[in-house]
Antibody, heavy 121, light 110 residues
Framework: EVQLLESGGVLVQPGGSLRLSCAAS????????MTWVRQAPGKGLEWVSF????????QYAGSVKGRFTISRDISKNTLYLQMNSLRAEDTALYYC??????????????WGQGTLVTVSS | QSALTQPASVSGSPGQSITISCTGT?????????VSWYQQHPGKAPKLMIY???NRPSGVSNRFSGSQSGNTASLTISGLQAEDEADYYC??????????FGGGTKLTVL
């Protein structure tokens, strides 16, 4: 059974940094693309970043490019999102999700329950 | 402002059919057959309902169907049931190798 468990979301001050984790089980990250999608309180879904199963392809939304970095640790089967220079508008529930294949980046078939990041002074 | 445009809300009575549109451009929806649809109930994670315009993942009811014409994709739900009441989001791969979501549509089953 596929499981995705996000963690790391906390209250952080503007300008601060945070690393989110997404522990995967039931499959290997090496064989699947992964993505981060966020949802601000009461708002819609916003794509943040994705990484291919090979790790060779990484892309970011314009709103986070240069501030966020996606990575993974195959040995721990865990996906990460390093978030720097955080802003109030980064406040959201952050979901990780799994793609159906290592190079398929256009849809995601399993989702975690999310971890809440709040950026406020 | 979302890259893909969806109606804010739609409604229908049990047993009826409804359609939710998702309008993009030739740089996203119109570029590939890479539109997907997600259902999200309050307080829950999104669930994939349709991928690659009209394909249903295993376990998704055949009451859900998808189509596309040019830069507009559509999700149709037939035989509406109370449990279909949720938010629905379209998503499309883009020519800049990114993903775009629609703003979401709240479906109310009357």
């Amino acid at each position: 059974e596929v499981q995705l468990l996000e963690s790391g979301g906390v209250l952080v001050q503007p300008g601060g940094s945070l690393r989110l984790s997404c522990a995967a089980s039931g499959f290997t990250l090496r064989s699947h693309a992964m993505t981060w999608v966020r949802q601000a309180p009461g708002k819609g879904l916003e794509w943040v970043s994705f990484i291919s199963g090979t790790g060779g392809t990484k892309q970011y939304a314009g709103s986070v490019k240069g501030r966020f970095t996606i990575s993974r640790d195959i040995s721990k089967n865990t996906l990460y999102l390093q978030m720097n220079s955080l802003r109030a508008e980064d406040t959201a529930l952050y979901y990780c999700a799994k793609g159906p294949g290592e190079l398929l980046l256009h849809y995601f078939d399993d989702w975690g329950q999310g971890t809440l990041v709040t950026v406020s002074s | 402002q979302s890259a893909l445009t969806q109606p804010a809300s739609v409604s229908g009575s049990p047993g009826q059919s409804i359609t939710i549109s998702c309008t993009g451009t030739s740089s996203d929806v119109g570029a590939y057959n890479y539109v997907s649809w997600y259902q999200q109930h309050p307080g829950k994670a999104p669930k994939l309902m349709i991928y690659e315009v009209g394909n249903r993942p295993s376990g998704v009811s055949n009451r859900f169907s998808g189509s596309q014409s040019g830069n507009t994709a559509s999700l149709t739900i037939s035989g509406l049931q109370a449990e279909d009441e949720a938010d629905y989001y379209c998503s499309s791969y883009t020519t800049t190798d990114t993903l775009s979501f629609g703003g979401g549509t709240k479906l109310t089953v009357l």
